[in-house]
């Protein structure tokens, strides 16, 4: 399987519905909530393309550039964007959904590094 083949079948994505529990002070999404689901998503898109252990190593730049309201639907998708030789970035987006017409609106973005790792928790090739 080539590079390209990989990337694509490591996309992960996961949709949510923003509920009460979720909210910040203004009645959006809690960012560091936010940053966690983001974190999730990125983790699983580089499991299945290093198909290794890997650590979360650095995230950001992340860029909010819409609130989330209350009840929104969203969607979370993350797909590779850099593979280095043991690191790996995945850049994750978060999209507001509109409930009538299924057209989206993107929220937030960020990168996620990671690191693939040995029992010992130290930095091994990923291919």
């Known amino acids: 399987m080539n590079i390209e083949e990989k990337i694509q079948q490591s996309v992960a994505r996961q949709d949510r519905v923003v509920f009460k529990n979720s909210l910040n002070e203004h009645n959006t999404l809690f960012g560091g909530l936010a940053l966690k689901w983001m974190d999730e998503v990125a983790y699983l898109s580089a499991h299945r393309f290093a198909r290794k252990d890997i650590l979360t190593l650095t995230a950001g730049p992340i860029k909010f550039r819409k609130p989330i309201p209350y009840k929104s ?8 964007s850099n593979v280095g030789r043991v690191k790996l970035t995945i850049s994750v987006k978060v999209y507001i959904e509109d409930k009538e017409t299924g057209a989206r609106a993107e929220a937030i973005e960020g990168d996620f590094v990671f690191v693939a790792v040995d029992e010992n928790l130290k930095p091994v090739r990923l291919m």
């Open 73 to 80: 639907f969203i969607i979370i998708e993350g797909k590779v």
